[in-house]
């Protein structure tokens, strides 16, 4: 599989991009490997694989690499002797956050018909807000736990029970996440959240309660990952899931029942399917009284998940076979011929 990871991107995420990239360069280790970064001003770069390192890119060594143009086909590298194509089988939507997740790249790939792994423009808008992702769970009948919006000029009151958990609605690994026992820290919390969001997302946060992570892909038939119980913490914040994204050992199932296990896998093909096809992502649920509750969508997760899968590579190889392709729409004419022909004009 020659596959091109496309990463970086302009977001408060773009560093845990980086080091999902330099994982997946020490995973896929059959494919052949080319990598795109997208620096902070939306250039694009071909990066060498023998410079993936962090360093390259703190630097601004990035800088010196050959930057790249998008057209009808695919990425290209400009020269003396004209454009000449960067192939690829596919590429892999690697770009956390912003650009990434809400729509922009994908809507970008498609309209240049690029293949891609990574969720399409509806899917990304969908799963990248927190609140959308609400909506969407309530249309499929997936249970969500209760809910409040408080946006930046509004009053700063909350009707839900402490303790509560504050999430920007636009952000992902733990970025301006605080949990608040009382409300002389709600107006701190929320300080820190609106620093990176307008919206904020209020939850009951729940002492004990179960969690699980499933991922997985439809490539014209279901592969699913192994179910984790993640590492007991109150939450993982920005530091732990930086340190979280470089993982590429495989970790273990979780124990749990095959009654709830079947519970989980179909809750998430139901969340899956048909939105998100041509993705990998990884769903967070959470299980209170036997009852699964989808806490977040995680459209392209952290390192894409590799470590919950015992055949992460082919995966990826089998996913890039089963992309969705946009019909082609054949534009004749025939309506303006027609009222051109009804005027009487050639």
């Not at 408080?150 to 999430?167: E, F, G, S």
Request: charged share 25%; hydrophobic share 40%; with cysteine.
């Amino acid at each position: 599989m020659n596959l091109t990871i496309l990463f970086g991107g302009s977001s408060h995420e773009h560093e845990i991009s980086i080091v999902s990239a330099i994982t997946l360069k020490k995973v896929l280790k059959k494919s052949t490997l080319q990598f795109i970064f997208v620096d902070a001003q939306r250039d694009f770069y071909l990066i060498d694989p023998a410079k993936m390192t962090s360093k390259h890119f703190s630097s601004g060594e990035y800088k010196k690499s050959k930057k790249l143009t998008l057209k009808k086909g695919g990425f290209h590298t400009e020269g003396m002797l004209g454009s000449k194509p960067v192939t690829t089988d596919a590429v892999l939507n690697l770009i956390h956050g912003r650009d990434g997740e809400d729509g922009k790249i994908a809507g970008m790939l498609d309209f240049y018909h690029v293949p891609f792994i990574g969720p399409r423009l509806e899917a990304a808008a969908l799963s990248y807000s927190k609140l959308a992702t609400k909506f969407l769970a309530a249309s499929l009948g997936v249970e969500t736990l209760p809910y409040e919006v408080l946006r930046r000029d509004d009053a700063r009151k909350i009707t839900l029970p402490y303790p509560v958990i504050i999430k920007p609605v636009h952000l992902g690994s733990s970025i301006g996440v605080s949990i608040v026992r009382e409300p002389s820290e709600l107006d701190y919390a929320l300080d820190v959240a609106f620093e990176f969001d307008a919206e904020v997302l209020i939850e009951p946060f729940i002492e004990g309660i179960d969690e699980y992570n499933q991922a997985g892909a439809y490539t014209g038939e279901w592969e699913l990952s192994i179910i984790e119980a993640p590492h007991k913490e109150e939450f993982l914040d920005f530091d732990k899931k930086y340190m979280d994204f470089s993982r590429d050992a495989q970790v273990l199932a979780a124990e749990i029942d095959d009654a709830l296990a079947d519970a989980i896998r179909e809750t998430f093909k139901r969340i899956y399917s048909p939105l998100f096809e041509g993705s990998l992502i990884r769903c967070d649920f959470f299980v209170k009284d036997g009852t699964v509750y989808l806490n977040e969508i995680n459209p392209i997760p952290g390192s894409m998940a590799n470590y919950l899968f015992e055949d992460f590579e082919g995966t990826i190889e089998r996913l890039s076979r089963q992309l969705p392709v946009e019909s082609n729409i054949v534009i004749d004419y025939q309506y303006i011929h027609s009222i051109q022909s009804a005027k009487g004009k050639a």
